[in-house]
């Protein structure tokens, strides 16, 4: 079974720190997803990562995907109090001959930016 | 399209009784996903459809959930004989099958109390 392991959970950091967020997960994947959730509210889609040794930036956010070690980061540059909310990894599960796009979520790393 | 819409945005019920929700998906989405956050968690994967087609229910959905998707456009979630056990965000994603990374796009969710 897909287990998906988030650290750390919860981060509280200054603002114009860096930081990275690591994403493990245990079984083979071929696709892995980042998600922002603010409180009360749904999933934002951040990246997807599709292949080893994918990296995609958006802004002061940075991720990876180093799909031999099971595992993806996602870095902060220089935060900024905007930032602050829920990261969600998610893994698919699927095989590629039989892709149903069934994702196993972590638990999320709550980030708090202090201005 | 403005995106995945979920009805109602919040439902307060008494132990008991039935509720029902509805999700729109994205229209040219063929691919339809509900999903039950709890505080603190990330989403857990309930059940989704193929057009109109029911592919997979987690074990999660036990006997008193039920979801539809007659024309393969909306969906409606109900529970029957709610528990204070099913107070969490009821959330829907759709995806397209056609493209690569069949990413998943979130609804708001439907909060759920049951008092």
């Known amino acids: 079974e897909l287990k998906v392991e988030q650290n750390p959970l919860f981060l509280s950091m200054q603002e114009g720190k860096n930081y990275t967020i690591y994403c493990n997960y245990s079984?083979?994947?071929?696709?892995l997803y980042w998600y922002r959730q603010d409180p009360g509210k749904s999933l934002e889609s951040l990246f997807v990562?599709?292949?080893?040794?994918a990296v995609k930036q958006e802004g002061r956010l940075m991720a990876s995907l180093d799909t031999k070690a099971r595992l993806s980061t996602l870095h902060i540059t220089a935060a900024v109090h905007d930032l602050s909310a829920t990261y969600f990894c998610?893994?698919?599960?699927?095989?590629?001959?039989?892709?149903?796009?069934?994702?196993?979520f972590g638990k999320g790393t709550r980030l708090h930016i202090l201005p | 399209d403005t995106g995945v819409s979920q009805d109602p945005r919040h439902k307060i019920t008494k132990r008991g009784q039935n509720v029902t929700f509805r999700c729109d998906p994205i229209?040219?989405?063929?691919?339809l996903y509900w999903y039950r956050q709890t505080l603190g968690q990330g989403p857990e994967f309930l059940t989704y459809?193929?057009?109109?087609?029911?592919?997979?229910k987690s074990r999660l959905l036990s006997d008193r959930f039920s979801a539809e998707r007659p024309k393969g456009s909306f969906s409606t979630l109900e529970i029957q004989r709610t528990e204070q056990g099913d107070s969490a965000m009821y959330l829907c994603?759709?995806?397209?099958?056609?493209?690569?990374?069949?990413?998943?796009?979130f609804g708001p969710g439907t909060r759920l109390t049951v008092t």
């Open positions: 994603a759709s995806s397209s099958t056609t493209g690569l990374a069949y990413e998943q796009y």
């Open positions: 079984t083979t994947s071929d696709r």
């Open positions: 990562l599709l292949s080893n040794g």
């Open positions: 998610a893994v698919d599960r699927s095989e590629r001959m039989n892709r149903d796009d069934k994702i196993i």
């Open positions: 229209s040219e989405h063929n691919r």
């Open positions: 459809f193929q057009n109109e087609a029911q592919l997979e």
